[in-house]
């Protein structure tokens, strides 16, 4: 019993000493350019994909949110 709470407890700290730091997570910059193809890939996948994307809001609508959403990403950041 004693090996296994051993092994157990040497696996776990292996474990979080195998996790990057949230540090270096969290501190990474993008550009803006990187941001907006994200964004175009985001609002492609969900107007191919998502069967009740204009359920609540028109297509008009929706536009002009993802234009405005795409419009601060191409400021500077």
């Not at 730091?21 to 994909?49: A, H, P």
């Amino acid at each position: 019993m004693k090996r296994f709470l051993f092994a157990v407890l040497l696996f776990l700290t292996l474990q979080l000493n195998a996790q990057p730091s949230l540090d270096t997570l969290f501190d990474k910059k993008y550009t803006s350019d990187q941001l907006l193809e994200d964004f175009d890939i985001l609002k492609r996948g969900l107007e191919t994909i998502h069967p009740g994307l204009y359920r609540y809001t028109d297509k008009k609508e929706m536009d002009s949110i993802f234009n405005h959403i795409g419009n601060h990403l191409k400021m500077e950041l």
